[in-house]
């Protein structure tokens, strides 16, 4: 399937045209050949972060103010889309980078912090986690547990953390922190603080053996009397779980275009195996069951694609999107699943080897249906745009 195949369907510009064909280009012949190996070892290629870096992408939805491209969220999903076709580690290290990472600082943070930190995130050389979920606090993130008390000018934080993407790698420079400040008229108030890698107190833990994602970096956190400045407060004080939401939402895109970009991976891997593979005499290609299955991939990859750009756009316009995000997350991601589990019918045995991409994709797509907000989260939100009540 060529460059231009990939695009049919979707209004781009030139612009965009050559950012997605770039970074289309960058993934076949940097990040694929790594691919492999990097899962296998579970271990996240910094040289190609950084490459990433140098190319511009974790600085494309920022103003060049700060170092960033002048771009925006649709061009983000691109490359986001054109790496996870073959590597969905690295398309996740690139989204949670952006939108959870860096996004929070530049939506929320005050002008010393923007200056502070959004240079290094943006030219991809410093990278930064998102601490929201908790052993009790997933779906439910009103439910964190994790305190932070004001003391002598100092937040004095308490707790853990799980699931945290890019918390430990050599570049990781922060972690923003949801925890809980106070109380209002009997509720929580939780607040957004930056924590350090390196404070006292602040432990990384080993790295989870995960399923799938193997070469991105994720870590549970540990807070014992970790202590920072006052001034590492993020945004207003008790707001910090509504800011959040908001970033879940732009998150929310980020990852349908991962997901879209695996279901094609998914597509051109089954395609060009089932035009190669003889089965009694002829390619697999030519069977009427192996071509409708194939057709049904192509389907959910477009439905996928448009859903995503529609989200994409509507947030770039400055246009409610909720919604739009729920639904781009709830089809890409079992676009995803789907084209996996399709994928590796077609390749047969083949498929359950890991020396195959379909395998790999097979794992990593599971938690598409998961991360930043499960299959049931993104139900509730469409059925409440409906005005259902529960």
């Known amino acids: 399937m060529s460059a231009k195949t990939e695009l049919t369907g979707v209004d781009l510009n030139e612009e965009q045209q050559e950012l997605a064909a770039m970074v289309r280009e960058f993934a076949e012949e940097v990040v694929a050949p790594q691919a492999y190996e990097a899962d296998r070892s579970h271990t996240l290629n910094l ?13 494309l939805p920022f103003s060049e103010e700060y170092g960033g491209q002048g771009g925006d969220y649709l061009a983000l999903g691109l ?23 860096a996004m929070p600082i530049y939506r929320f943070g005050t002008e010393a912090q923007k200056q502070e930190h959004l240079p290094a995130l943006l030219a991809g050389e410093a990278l930064a986690g998102f601490g929201l ?16 008390r004001l003391e002598g000018g100092e937040w004095v934080l308490n707790g853990s953390k799980q699931f945290i993407t890019n918390s430990g790698t050599d570049i990781t420079r922060f972690v923003t922190m949801t925890a809980v400040t106070g109380e209002t008229d009997g509720r929580k108030e939780i607040s957004t603080i930056i924590v350090p890698n390196g404070t006292p107190g602040f432990t990384v833990e080993p790295a989870y053996d995960k399923v799938g994602w193997n070469a991105s970096d994720t870590h549970p956190l540990t807070l014992q009397d970790v202590r920072v400045p006052e001034d590492n407060l993020l945004g207003e004080r008790g707001r910090g779980f509504k800011n959040f939401l908001s970033i879940l939402d732009e998150g929310r895109i980020a ?12 597509l051109e891997a089954a395609v060009d195996y089932a035009g190669k593979r003889t089965v009694f005499g002829s390619a697999l290609s030519t069977r009427q069951n192996a071509q409708f ?42 676009a995803a699943m789907d084209n996996a589990r399709d994928a590796t019918q077609i390749f047969g045995g083949n498929g359950f080897m890991n020396e195959y991409p379909v395998a790999r994709h097979y794992r990593d797509s599971k938690i598409l249906e998961i991360g930043e907000g499960t299959t049931e989260v993104q139900l509730l939100v469409i059925a409440r745009s409906l005005g259902l009540a529960g």
């Open 255 to 266: 990852i349908a275009a991962l997901a879209t970009g695996a279901a094609e991976g998914c």
């Open 47 to 59: 040289g190609v972060v950084r490459q990433m870096g140098e190319m511009g992408l974790f600085g």
């Open 133 to 148: 979920t908790e052993p009790e606090a997933g779906s439910d993130a009103g439910a964190t547990r994790t305190t932070a």
């Open 293 to 334: 299955t194939l057709a049904r991939m192509r389907a959910r990859v477009h439905t996928a694609r448009l859903a995503w750009h529609h989200a994409a756009r509507l947030r770039d316009a400055g246009r409610p999107f909720a919604e739009e995000a729920a639904i781009a997350k709830l089809v890409s991601s079992e």
């Open 79 to 101: 490359a986001i889309e054109g790496l996870a076709r073959v590597d969905q580690s690295l398309a996740i290290t690139l989204e949670a980078g952006v939108s959870l990472g």
